[in-house]
């Protein structure tokens, strides 16, 4: 983890935006940002990570987060990374796959979220093995996204 002013103030927004939601394992949702953001490598892309869900699944808005001080290098990939139910799935993940930092933090989103040990065999049903594919889609489209853009350069 990248300990910054920006990065902290991320964390404690991220801990109490989630801080009484549980994720499909039952387990506090709030881990899953912390793990995503342990993973990055740079101060936006961290709170980025941490953030990620923020507007999607909590009643704070964009306009919230940028009258609490986060810079539109962190809002502007937040926008891409938040789906707009109206836009049909691999479209928005489209959307994400231009922006390195979207893309990073999509891909360290749909691989946790993908990766089935985190649940019980009981929890394993056809919903979330459907799930798991489309997720497994996703990474392949951003991966091969990042590829075209690195032989383009």
Not at 35 to 40: D, R, S, T, W
Not at 108 to 130: F, V
Request: hydrophobic share 40%; net charge negative.
């Amino acid at each position: 983890m990248i300990y910054t002013e920006l990065t902290k103030k991320a964390l404690r927004l991220a801990f109490d935006a989630h801080r009484d939601q549980v994720d499909k394992t039952g387990l506090p949702y709030v881990f899953h940002p912390f793990h995503l953001a342990e993973q990055m490598e740079d101060e936006i892309t961290v709170a980025c990570a941490l953030l990620h869900d923020v507007v999607e699944d909590t009643d704070y808005t964009f306009e919230a987060l940028a009258s609490m001080g986060f810079p539109e290098e962190v809002l502007e990939p937040l926008r891409l990374l938040t789906h707009n139910p109206v836009v049909p799935y691999m479209d928005y993940v489209r959307g994400i796959s231009a922006h390195p930092v979207a893309r990073a933090v999509k891909l360290a989103d749909l691989r946790h979220n993908s990766d089935l040990s985190r649940m019980e065999p009981s929890q394993i049903d056809d919903w979330a093995l459907m799930r798991q594919k489309k997720y497994l889609a996703a990474i392949e489209l951003l991966t091969e996204e990042k590829e075209k853009s690195h032989h383009e350069q």
